[in-house]
C-alpha cells in the first residue's frame, strides 16, 4: 500500500526566509506525488506534481520539489517565504499512475510571521 | 476557470439526523470522488465514481453513508443518521487530464 509521512505538524518561518517542508513516501513501485496547499476556507490546490519525469520540479507561486528515490523524499522547498504562503500543505501519493486514488499525509501548518 | 461546486458550504445538525451534501463537477469529468476530512488530519477517500458507477466505496460507511451519481453529473453524499464523530470537511474532487480538482468542501458539525 501506498503511504507518506510529513515529518513536521507545523513549520514557522519568516517572511523572506526559506521554507523546507519535508515528506517521506512508502511506494511498491513507482510512485506519483504531489503537494497540495489548502488556504482556510478554501479548497485544495495543487502546487506540483512529479510523474517519473524530472526529479526537480517546479511548481506554482515560486515553490519546487525534489524527487529523491534513494531517500524516498519528496520535500517541498521555496527560498523566500511570503505571507500569502501561510496555510496547510499535503503530500500526496497516488496508488498507480494514471492519477487515480490519492493518499494524503497528515498534512504541515506553515507559519509565516512579518 | 471550471470549478467544483459543493453545497451547501456548511451544515450543523444534530445526531440523528439526516444530512445531504452535493457536488457539481466541472464539466465534463467522468471521475468524481467524496472525501473526509476530519480536523488536524489529510482528506481520506470515501468513494469514487466513474460515471454513474461505483468504482471504490471500501471506505464508505455503508450502514449510515450512501453516495449516488444517477446521471453521472452531480453528486450526492447522504448520511443517516448522523453520529457525533462524523464531524468532518466532506470534499468533493473530480479529475481531470493530471490532476483532481477539489471543491471547497462541506464543513459538517454535529451537535
Known amino acids: 500500500a501506498q503511504s507518506v509521512t510529513q515529518l513536521d505538524s507545523h513549520v514557522s518561518v519568516s517572511e523572506g526566509t526559506p521554507v523546507l517542508l519535508r515528506c517521506n513516501y512508502s511506494?511498491?513501485?513507482?510512485?506519483?506525488l504531489f503537494w497540495y496547499v489548502q488556504h482556510p476556507n478554501k479548497g485544495l490546490q495543487l502546487l506540483l506534481k512529479?510523474?517519473?519525469?524530472?526529479?526537480l520540479v517546479k511548481g506554482i507561486n515560486g515553490f519546487e520539489a525534489e524527487f529523491k528515490k534513494s531517500e524516498t523524499s519528496f520535500h517541498l522547498t521555496k527560498p523566500s517565504a511570503h505571507m500569502s504562503d501561510a496555510a496547510e500543505y499535503f503530500c500526496?501519493?497516488?496508488?498507480?499512475?494514471?492519477?487515480?486514488?490519492?493518499?494524503f499525509g497528515t498534512g504541515t501548518r506553515l507559519l509565516v510571521s512579518p | 476557470e471550471a470549478e467544483v461546486a459543493q453545497s451547501p458550504r456548511y451544515k450543523i445538525t444534530e445526531k440523528s439526523q439526516a444530512v445531504a451534501f452535493w457536488c457539481d463537477p466541472i464539466?465534463?469529468?467522468?471521475?468524481l470522488y467524496w472525501y473526509r476530512q476530519i480536523l488536524g488530519q489529510g482528506p481520506e477517500l470515501l468513494v469514487q465514481?466513474?460515471?454513474?458507477?461505483?468504482?471504490?466505496d471500501s471506505q464508505l460507511p455503508k450502514d449510515r453513508f450512501s453516495a449516488e451519481r444517477l446521471k453521472g453529473v452531480d453528486s450526492t453524499l447522504k448520511i443517516q443518521p448522523a453520529e457525533l464523530g462524523d464531524s468532518a470537511m466532506y470534499l468533493c474532487?473530480?479529475?481531470?487530464?493530471?490532476?483532481?480538482?477539489f471543491g471547497p468542501g462541506t464543513r459538517l458539525t454535529v451537535l
Open positions: 465514481f466513474q460515471d454513474e458507477s461505483v468504482v471504490d
Open positions: 500526496v501519493v497516488s496508488d498507480r499512475a494514471g492519477f487515480q486514488k490519492l493518499v
Open positions: 464539466s465534463g469529468h467522468a471521475t
Open positions: 512529479y510523474t517519473s519525469a524530472a526529479t
Open positions: 511506494s511498491s513501485y513507482s510512485p506519483s
Open positions: 474532487a473530480t479529475r481531470g487530464s493530471h490532476e483532481q480538482f
